[in-house]
C-alpha cells in the first residue's frame, strides 16, 4: 500500500519569493509515479507536474519544479517566483505497481498563501 | 481539447434521499475514476473504470453507491439513500491507458442535510 505524507497544513509566501511545500511517501514498489496536482477554491484538480521513480532528473515544468530524493523518499514541489494566484491547497499523490493505470493515493495537503 | 465535465456543480438534499452525478471524459480517454474528497482531505477512489467495466471498486460502499458507465464514456455515480456524512465533493478524472496522468473535472459539491 501507498501512503503521502505532507507535514504542513499551510504556508505564507511572499509575492515572487521561491517556496517548498514538502511531500514524503512510503511505498514497498519499485515503480511507481508521484504527482503534483493545485487545487483552487473552485475546486478542479490541476495537474502540475509528475516524477517517475526511475527518472534520474528532477522534473521541471515552468515554475514548478520536484526535489525528488529517492532515498529519502521525498518528492517537494518548489514554487520559484510567486505569484498571487498560486494561492490554493497543494496536493502531492502517487501511483505504484508500476502500471499506468492504478489509482491515485493523495497526501491532506498544504494550503498555500502568497502575499503581495 | 475539452476537459472533463462534470454536473451538476452543486448539489444539496436530505438524508435518505438519493442524488446522481454525471461525468463526461476527456474524449479518447478510455480509463475513469470517481473519487470522494471529504473538507480537509485529499480525495479518495471510489470506483475506477476502463472502457465500460469495473477494474477497482473496492472502496465502494455497494449498500448505497453505484456506478456505471455505459458505452465506456459517460458515466454516472448515484447514491441512495444519502446520509450526512456523504457531505464532499466528488470528483472525476480521466486518463489514457497505461498514462499515468490523470485529469479532473471541476467536481460536484454535495452537502446533505
Known amino acids: 500500500a501507498q501512503k503521502i505524507t505532507q507535514t504542513q497544513p499551510g504556508m505564507f509566501v511572499q509575492e515572487k519569493e521561491a517556496v517548498t511545500l514538502d511531500c514524503t511517501y512510503d511505498t514497498s514498489d519499485q515503480s511507481y509515479g508521484l504527482f503534483w496536482y493545485k487545487q483552487p477554491s473552485s475546486g478542479e484538480m490541476i495537474f502540475l507536474i509528475y516524477?517517475?521513480?526511475?527518472?534520474?532528473q528532477n522534473a521541471t515544468e515552468g515554475r514548478y519544479s520536484l526535489n525528488f530524493q529517492k532515498a529519502r523518499k521525498s518528492a517537494n514541489l518548489v514554487i520559484s517566483a510567486s505569484q498571487l494566484g498560486d494561492s490554493a491547497m497543494y496536493f502531492c499523490a502517487m501511483r505504484g505497481d508500476g502500471s499506468g493505470n492504478t489509482p491515485l493515493v493523495f497526501g491532506k495537503g498544504t494550503r498555500l498563501s502568497v502575499i503581495a | 481539447e475539452a476537459g472533463v465535465a462534470q454536473s451538476p456543480r452543486y448539489k444539496i438534499i436530505e438524508k435518505r434521499q438519493s442524488v446522481a452525478f454525471w461525468c463526461n471524459p476527456i474524449s479518447g480517454h478510455a480509463t475513469l475514476y470517481w473519487y470522494q474528497q471529504i473538507l480537509g482531505q485529499g480525495p479518495k477512489l471510489l470506483i475506477q473504470?476502463?472502457?465500460?467495466?469495473?477494474?477497482?471498486d473496492s472502496q465502494l460502499p455497494k449498500d448505497r453507491f453505484s456506478a456505471e458507465r455505459l458505452k465506456g464514456v459517460d458515466s454516472t455515480l448515484k447514491i441512495q439513500p444519502a446520509k450526512l456524512e456523504d457531505s464532499a465533493v466528488y470528483l472525476c478524472?480521466?486518463?489514457?491507458?497505461?498514462?499515468?496522468?490523470?485529469?479532473f473535472g471541476p467536481g460536484t459539491r454535495l452537502l446533505v442535510l
Open positions: 473504470f476502463q472502457n465500460n467495466g469495473v477494474v477497482d
Open positions: 478524472a480521466s486518463s489514457l491507458i497505461g498514462q499515468g496522468t490523470q485529469y
Open positions: 516524477q517517475g521513480s526511475y527518472d534520474e
